[in-house]
């Protein structure tokens, strides 16, 4: 049986949906208050709606808290691989001790219990915040070494941790592969992530900011979990981007994809220096929510550039383009709002 972290979330859904689809025995864990509704909404965009419930009904369903270890133990007992999926994704600064809980302490245990249940193989999904370009190098690669002399904000730092754990594991038994894709775009999951976007554009969004970073469809990156845990291959790491591309590119897209005017105005290092000194006074006067640090704005004008040929070289796959993934999760949302 097959156990997935995170069920609920962009990447667990649409995982779900591939794996029962498969015929594959699956086991999902949730927390109290997650919406398993969700789930079923993602199914409904790619099957028809008669078959929702029937393949719905195949998931087996656990309460767990990444950080609860008896309803982990239980939810572990007859699981031959792992999906770790679950994560928290903030950069709001007020959030270090979650993410490190949640991120590191939680993959932790995981990987703990991979190692007492003898589990054949895991499959962790991080990010490519963990990545930093090599000294000369124009594309970020997997052959990078964390630069610990470098700013980084704490979702890469919880991300970067939860790494080590699963490397930890992979020395004391437990097959693994670390999947390090970029911004995961796709439909569902409109409040959080790239789900985000579609949403700010909707309402109206004015400003733009030229960051490059890599992008991936969620579809994609599910297919390639899928594809490499299938395989031989094992305690390998992989990027997984399909596209590098500016945010302002990505914005027209999305605004495009949903019918509405693309944002006008580049944003300027000044205007995001003055917003992140008010932020700070309303926080020290006010103890309202910090939501950016004086080092991360600088990171929205940063051009970071990702290569897949790795992954390529190894598998003959193509990636759908981000344009395609944009205007069909554009087309989605369109229904739904």
């Known amino acids: 049986m097959i156990l997935v972290t995170g069920g609920t979330g962009l990447v667990g859904s649409h995982l779900l949906l591939e794996l029962v ?3 594959d025995k699956v086991r999902a864990i949730h927390r109290k208050n997650s919406d398993l509704y969700a789930v079923k ?12 419930d029937f393949l719905f009904s195949k998931i087996e369903w656990r309460e767990a808290d990444l950080n609860d270890i008896p309803a982990l133990t239980e939810a572990f007992t007859g699981i031959t691989s792992v999906y770790h999926c679950a994560a928290l994704i903030s950069f709001d600064t007020s959030d270090e001790k979650a993410l490190r809980k ?35 190098e124009k594309f970020v690669t997997e052959n990078f070494t964390w630069n610990q002399e470098k700013y980084h904000n704490e979702y890469a730092i919880s ?32 409040n959080k992530g790239s789900g985000q976007l579609f949403k700010k554009i909707d309402k109206g969004l ?10 991936v469809g969620v579809q994609d990156l599910v297919n390639i979990a899928i594809t490499l845990m299938g395989s031989n291959l094992q305690n390998e790491q992989y990027i997984v981007v399909a596209e590098n591309l500016s945010f302002t590119e990505v914005l027209e897209l999305v605004a495009e994809s949903i019918q509405k005017p693309s944002p006008k105005n580049p944003l300027k290092p000044w205007m995001v220096f003055i917003g992140w000194i008010y932020q700070s006074m309303a926080n020290f006067l006010f103890g309202s929510k910090k939501l950016i640090s ?12 990702y ?7 190894q598998f003959s796959l193509k990636y759908t383009p981000i344009r395609e993934v944009i205007l069909e999760t554009g087309k989605i949302f369109r229904k739904e709002h």
């Not at 995981?110 to 999904?125: G, P, R």
């Not at 991080?126 to 000294?135: F, N, V």
């Not at 930890?168 to 409109?190: D, K």
């Open 159 to 190: 991300k970067h941790g939860a790494e080590i754990e699963v490397w930890r594991g992979t020395q004391e038994g437990v097959p693994a592969i670390i999947l390090n894709p970029g911004v995961i775009l796709g439909p569902g999951c409109w």
């Open 41 to 52: 909404k993602v199914f409904s965009y790619y099957i028809p709606a008669d078959e929702i």
């Open 294 to 305: 004086r080092e991360d704005y600088n990171l929205l004008f940063k051009h970071s550039f």
């Open 102 to 136: 949640i991120n590191i302490e939680g993959t932790a245990n995981i990987v703990n219990l991979c190692i007492a249940f003898k589990i054949e193989k895991l499959c962790y999904i991080s990010s490519i915040a963990t990545m930093d370009i090599s000294l000369g």
């Open 21 to 23: 689809k498969s015929g």
């Open 307 to 313: 290569s897949s040929e790795k992954l390529k070289s």
């Open 206 to 215: 004015n400003y733009h900011f030229p960051k490059t970073t890599g992008f």
